[in-house]
């Protein structure tokens, strides 16, 4: 089993994304990508194994299809906005992506990246 989780610094801040393969025994970056970049929200949708959705600050938008282990940029027109929160719709296939940003609401229809 592969976890994603994020951290709180000890500052305070929001932390790293960071993913664990033993159950939370270790953990590591999640991706080189986002590397240190704060992560503000995540969505791990049940109805697509190993989906991760992760709105980074100043940075939009981005899916990793292997639980994190690689990352690219999901949701065009998001630039370089903080993504605050994360929603899947899966009523609908292949579901809607809400992301909640300092600038608004965003609807960004799944499997459009």
Known sequence: MVSVAVGVTASGASGAARTSNDAG?????????????????????AALPGVVLSGV???????SRDAGVTWARYGAGLGRLDV??????????????YAGTSDGL????????
Do not use: F, N
């Not at 600050?57 to 899916?63: D, E």
């Open 57 to 63: 600050a100043q940075a939009g938008v981005w899916i």
């Open 84 to 97: 605050l929160s994360l929603l899947l719709e899966e009523r609908v296939a292949p579901g809607v992506l």
């Open 106 to 113: 965003w609807r960004l229809p799944m499997g459009q990246d």
């Open 25 to 45: 025994a270790t953990w590591y970056k999640a991706g080189a990508v986002l590397g240190d970049a704060p992560v503000l929200s995540l969505c791990a949708p």
